[in-house]
């Protein structure tokens, strides 16, 4: 992906200072995400992984279907869009204040302390939070806000390339009988069974904090999440200077680009994911491999759907049915927060405990109906009010 040099930061007028309008097709991206996000975790119950057996064999070959389908398509790309426009956000912020001559770094941190206090809250409903662990890689962007595009590229390569995992690779390969390090995670997942099929609420935020949480820190580690995630968030930065989302010929021929570099990566990308054991004897080996080609591999796709959204936006027709997102991404730390306390209300046993009934098929059809309701709830909340509920109220804390 080429990225050249940015325009300089707008200096304070005397006169007047011009705030950069809001770029629909980030909304609407931003939209999408969500979505993509409540389909998947509706597939998984919420991070509650119960696969009911009652069901007709013709029902299971359906689910099967779906699970591969919806997995491939936004596993590990949809919070990966989430965290590129989290880093384009704070561009925008950050462009914003400079205006007025404000540094905005550190009203940032205050921000990211605010976000974690959201996180926190959506974490009594749902283990797998990611508001909390954005606010937590979030700090990075503060002493990086002023380096230049050269200094963001090269540092978001080295993030990507997942360097301690190379350390690992190089550890297996030099040093007979090393022993690379067990998955902390699975001994917590193994847990969490155990209070969400549980009818106590209070039970279930506990062990959201004791073991949900732990669980999805080692998980997000040893999975290359602390490097992709900061990575995704000064390239959001980098196309935030770039004005990359802007409507133009040129960002339309610049995202056809992208678009063609990611999907021709992508292929042989996803082929070795899967087949390193067949090419590498060593087991621990394969596996570190395999883990650092699967986050290549996620981020090859998601840059597939990043541009083919924002290509497609450049086209009347195709905008018209992209824009059905953009209130959802408009409102998108409500939605966030709103679909954790109604996902769980729905599979958990402190609510409804469909956990037991629903394979893949009838959690994909509650997925659909859940964001339609959210959907018809931010057209409704936007046409009485600028922004959702919980935006307003940390838009109001930022600025205390």
Request: charged share 15%.
């Amino acid at each position: 992906m080429t990225l050249t040099a940015a325009a300089p930061y707008s200096k304070p007028h005397q006169t007047s200072i011009v705030k950069i309008p809001r770029i629909e097709v980030v909304d609407a991206l931003r939209g999408f995400a969500i979505f993509a996000i409540m389909l998947l975790h509706n597939l998984e119950h919420f991070d509650f992984y119960y696969f009911p057996q009652h069901l007709p064999a013709w029902v299971k070959a359906i689910d099967k279907g779906i699970w591969d389908s919806i997995f491939f398509l936004f596993a590990g790309k949809a919070y990966a869009i989430f965290a590129l426009l989290f880093g384009f956000t704070f561009f925008i912020q950050m462009e914003n204040q400079a205006k007025k001559g404000v540094d905005f770094r550190l009203r940032f941190v205050w921000r990211l302390f605010l976000l974690m206090i959201f996180g926190c809250i959506n974490a009594l409903f749902y283990e797998g939070d990611i508001l909390s662990f954005y606010a937590l890689l979030g700090v990075i962007l503060v002493p990086v806000g002023k380096w230049n595009n050269k200094a963001l590229l090269i540092t978001a390569i080295i993030l990507l390339l997942q360097p301690v995992e190379w350390i690992n690779v190089i550890n297996i390969l030099n040093t007979p009988g090393y022993v690379i390090p067990k998955n902390l995670s699975d001994q917590y997942f193994s847990q969490v069974g155990q209070f969400m099929a549980g009818s106590s609420f209070w039970k279930l935020i506990k062990g959201n904090f004791l073991v949900g949480r732990p669980a999805v820190f080692f998980w997000s580690w040893e999975n290359g999440r602390f490097f992709q995630t900061p990575a995704l968030f000064l390239l959001g930065m980098l196309l935030g200077r770039q004005r990359r989302f802007l409507a133009s010929e040129q960002n339309a021929q610049f995202w056809k680009k992208i678009l063609m570099i990611a999907a021709v990566s992508f292929i042989p990308l996803f082929y070795l994911k899967g087949s390193m054991h067949q090419f590498v004897a060593t087991e621990a080996l394969a596996k570190k491999l395999s883990m650092i080609i699967t986050t290549w591999s996620n981020f090859a796709f998601m840059m597939v759907l990043v541009s083919s959204f924002v290509y497609l936006y450049t086209k009347n027709a195709a905008k018209r049915v992209l824009n059905t997102f953009a209130p959802l991404g408009r409102m998108s730390l409500t939605n966030y927060i709103v679909q954790s306390i109604l996902g769980t209300l729905v599979y958990y046993g402190y609510g409804l405990g469909l956990y037991q009934y629903t394979g893949a098929t009838y959690c994909l059809l509650i997925g659909i109906l859940l964001f339609t309701l959210q959907l018809f709830f931010c057209r409704w909340w936007l046409s009485r009010h600028k922004q959702g509920p919980l935006e307003n109220l940390w838009h109001r804390a930022t600025w205390l």
